[in-house]
């Protein structure tokens, strides 16, 4: 069982419970939403590596770059 | 320094680990509060390079936005940023992150959070540091500042894993009241 601890700073009393029903379902809510932000992060990241890449591609070949390919060169 | 700076309460981990720490009904007498932490998670996190989770903090229960900026880096790296907020799931920040499960063993993050003026009734603004490492490979030193909307005293303070991994045994985090006299 999954278990919170709380220590209160006025008694100084601590107590472990394990979690409510409730306090499990958010968790794992909680961990879905994680998930799904994570690889909207991890998908972000790549686009942005490729475009670089694409971007210094055409740079090499002397080609134009799309405005968003420059973007990600010039700060 | 030393006569204004007071350790409240200190919370760790015993070997069945723990979802969460929970510092509650936090008196109202010090001008600012900190904590230091040292954590690890039951977890993989965000993977192996770096072996890092993302730390989570919720105060008076529930409530408020949480707008967050925060950078990091890996060494030879130039350092990130990101922005997070909103409220629910989204407060996720890299500082004051947990050691993952694929660090080796016995690594601990290690990660500090100031509250000032925490009794204030206007919003909040929290500082908070860490660095989390792998024997040396993978260190990240990650900073951050979350606003909080909240504009009533803070009276407890939650910290637990983005991911919602446990904290592993021996996990750690102190609770510091800090006087302006």
Redesign the interface.
Known sequence: M???????????E?T?RD?TAE?IAQ?????A???A??AEEEAAAQALADLKASARAKLVAGTPLTEEEAATLVI | MANTYTLIQSITVGSGGAANMTFSSIPSTYTDLKIVGSTRIVGNGEGSNPPISRGEITFNGSGGTYSVCMMYGLPNQSPTTNSAGGSGGSRSFYAGSSVGNLAAASIFSNFEIYIPSYTSSLAKVILINDVTENFEVATTEDICAISWSGTSAITSIKLNDYGNSNYAQYSTASLYGIKNS
Do not use: Q
């Open positions: 999954t278990i919170a601890i709380e220590v209160n700073c006025t008694t100084g601590v472990e979690l306090e968790r794992e809510a909680d961990a939403a994680y998930a932000r994570k």
